[in-house]
């Protein structure tokens, strides 16, 4: 029997490239547009590199009926217009949120600590020469405000827990048995925090959430962690915050425009930058190429992904 044709948007980790050629034909976008073939493809495997994947790309696939994205982030695809042409889009959810949460909390302590800081210190002989590394701030007597307490927040929070700091969380809706304190806006939430870890989806929903004014409210001892995307923050308004005191420091692993990073963000040293890492350890990786598959395989089995987003639901 032959093997179903799909378009990869971009291409994925060697292991995931290998495994989905297995089981498919797998035509390559970034060799070019199969035009030949075009009605033809039922499924397309995308990912962060891509970028938009919008309703123009889709209607160049008439047959296109599902969108099998390697993440759980999908604020890169038009929902709405994969909707409205009844396209499912599937993420990989439950597969990655210990290793983001792992990565979330580095970069916490990192950036309160100073950890890379000191590492430059150190390689740049300082220490060798008597020099001590300044005092560095602390997570002792923090209080930790989580926006976005989904599958990714909740495992920060459990991590937080074993720090002993104090939890307080925003989403638009307090979570039933939830008994950390929620706030009803980013504002509110910030002004009672003095760490703020970001883990909302993208989109426009959540773009520019959290503006000059969040920033303002979370305050000179304020740090600020984005694990979320770079659309969530305000850019420019923190490169103000980092560089006028307005916060202490942040830790960032997306960006607005990656893999660009404004400059200005590279000139601070109150800082933490990390190229987009969340997920991004072999295991990880491979086990979301492989539930991309699983959902690609059981579009093509059953009609059915496994793991499709809200916004798509699946008939029957
Ligand atoms: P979930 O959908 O499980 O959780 C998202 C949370 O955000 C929910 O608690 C939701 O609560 C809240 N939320 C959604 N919209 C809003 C809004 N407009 N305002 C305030 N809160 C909102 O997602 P995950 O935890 O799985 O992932 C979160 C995001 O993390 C992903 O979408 C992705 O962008 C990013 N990510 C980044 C990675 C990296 O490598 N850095 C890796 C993986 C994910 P409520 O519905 O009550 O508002």
Not at 30 to 58: H, K, Q, Y
Request: net charge negative; proline share 7%.
């Amino acid at each position: 029997m032959s093997k179903p044709a799909i378009l990869a948007a971009a291409p994925f980790p060697p292991v995931t490239m290998a495994a989905l050629e297995q089981a498919f034909t797998v035509h390559r976008l970034w060799e070019g547009f199969p035009g030949a073939v075009a009605g033809s493809i039922r499924a397309m495997a995308t990912n962060a590199l891509f970028g938009t994947l919008d309703a123009a790309m889709m209607d160049r696939l008439p047959a296109l009926g599902l969108i099998a994205n390697f993440g759980v982030g999908y604020d890169a695809i038009d929902v709405a217009a994969a909707a409205a042409r009844g396209i499912v889009v599937s993420n990989t959810p439950g597969v990655l949120d210990e290793e983001v949460a792992d990565l979330t909390l580095g970069l916490l302590l990192a950036t309160i600590r100073r950890l890379p800081q000191a590492e430059r210190h150190l390689r740049a002989g300082l220490w060798a020469k008597g020099e001590a590394f300044p005092l560095s701030p602390t997570l002792r007597g923090r209080r930790v405000g989580i926006l976005g307490l989904g599958a990714i927040g909740k495992a920060v929070a459990r991590r937080l827990e074993g720090f002993g700091v104090e939890i307080a969380y925003h989403g638009r809706t307090r979570q039933e048995g939830v008994a950390y304190p929620w706030y009803p806006s980013a504002l509110a939430l910030a002004g009672a925090v003095d760490v703020l870890v970001v883990v909302v989806p993208g989109g426009a929903a959540t773009a520019g959430l959290v503006d000059a004014d969040v920033l303002a409210a979370l305050g000179p001892q304020g740090v600020l962690v984005n694990v979320a995307r770079g659309s969530v923050i305000d850019e420019d308004a923190l490169v103000a915050a980092l560089g006028n005191g307005t916060i202490l420091a942040a830790g960032l692993d997306v960006f607005a425009h990656e893999p660009h990073v404004p400059p200005a963000l590279l000139d601070l040293d109150n800082v933490v930058l990390l190229p987009h890492i969340g997920s991004g350890s072999q295991a990880t990786r491979q086990a979301m190429g492989q539930l991309m598959i699983d959902n690609l395989s059981s579009w093509f089995a059953t009609g059915k992904a496994l793991t499709p987003v809200p916004e798509t639901p699946q008939a029957g």
